[in-house]
């Protein structure tokens, strides 16, 4: 399957923390990566599945998980998805070939 990258669109950045709008069409899969400290994704339109260490998580509209740090996930839009993505401001990436 191919690797598409989500819309971002910035909507607050504080002193700590950084919130950042997803979107994602219906199918597409997001790329897969980790991140050095953790953050929390509030799913607020469509549906997504977040394969988390070996184990798929569907999230829906109105459903929050926290992705620990360190762990490789990667997202897969089931429905057109919009979700907020709220994370300390010195957070790091690090993305990994499909």
């Known amino acids: 399957m191919e690797v598409t990258k989500p819309k971002i669109k910035l909507l607050a950045t504080g002193r700590k923390f950084t919130a950042k709008q997803m ?3 219906a199918g597409e899969l997001l790329p897969k990566h980790l991140a050095n400290l953790e953050s929390v994704l509030t799913v607020t339109q469509g549906e997504c599945v977040l394969a988390l260490a070996g184990t798929d998580h569907v999230l829906r509209q109105g459903d929050s998980f926290i992705v620990p740090p360190d762990i ?27």
């Open 72 to 98: 490789v996930h990667q997202i897969r839009a089931v429905q057109d998805l919009k979700a907020v993505h709220v994370m300390p401001t010195g957070i790091e990436f690090k993305f990994f070939d499909q």
């Open 23 to 25: 979107e994602a069409k």
